[in-house]
């Protein structure tokens, strides 16, 4: 069974761009979250996607925003990039039916350098 | 919201020491809580996992107490071995929230 798909899993990018990255779960699995994790705060929850619809949302400014597919894709993106938002970006993806999230299933992550 | 606070940040035992990790969080509602490795440059990865109505579970060298009163709740591992050295990550509830990390060494 194909893991958590992330792509690119490296890019640099100048201040102002925007950016978009996107996660194929594992199949079978509907709900899709996002993290930002970055040396000094550790992993925080961006959002949550379940069979389409958002389903719960971190503490970050609406520069970043997210979608999910039919096919249970995910995509996030950032737009008017700053310095601070340089980080590795997880996706992990979970069955999530119930009322815990589950187990998450991470991906490798895709790393982004503002400059 | 939730809040998970997560002691120490960094940890550094000799080959066969235990190590202990702990966690508090704040929401008493909160009924699961998760623990994640994460090796250099791959993704997190669940280790163990409590829910409340438990209040201790292992895996071999793993185990995992909780403390509902108290709202703590810890990671152990015992006879400590060089592939264990990896960052270390407790979370409340959904796994939205997560502590910050413990980077944990183990030196042989």
């Known amino acids: 069974k194909a893991g958590v798909t992330q792509t690119p899993r490296y890019l640099i990018k100048t201040r102002g761009q925007q950016v978009t990255l996107s996660c194929s779960p594992i199949s079978g699995h509907r709900s899709v979250s996002w993290y930002q994790q970055t040396p000094g705060q550790g992993l925080q929850f961006l959002f949550e996607?379940?069979?389409?619809?958002?389903?719960n949302k971190g503490n970050f400014p609406g520069r970043f925003s997210g979608r999910q597919f039919s096919n249970s894709r995910s995509e996030m993106n950032v737009s008017t990039l700053e310095l601070g938002d340089s980080a590795l970006y997880l996706c992990?993806?979970?069955?999530?039916?119930?009322?815990?999230?589950?187990?998450?299933?991470f991906g490798e992550g895709s790393r982004l350098t503002v400059l | 919201g939730e809040n998970v606070e997560q002691h120490p940040s960094t940890l550094s035992v000799q080959e066969g020491d235990s190590a202990v990790i702990k966690c508090t969080y704040s929401d008493s509602a909160s009924n699961y809580f998760p623990w994640y490795k994460q090796e250099l440059g791959k993704g997190p990865q669940l280790i163990i996992d409590i829910r409340s109505n438990v209040g201790e579970k292992k895996d071999q060298r793993i185990a995992v107490t909780l403390n509902k009163t108290a709202k703590h709740f810890s990671l152990h591992i015992t006879e400590t071995q060089p592939e264990d050295s990896a960052v270390y990550f407790c979370?409340?509830?959904?796994?939205?929230?997560f502590g910050k990390g413990t980077s944990l060494l183990v030196t042989p």
């Open positions: 979370a409340a509830e959904y796994a939205l929230n």
């Open positions: 992990a993806s979970s069955q999530g039916t119930g009322r815990y999230t589950g187990e998450l299933f």
């Open positions: 996607y379940f069979s389409e619809t958002q389903r």
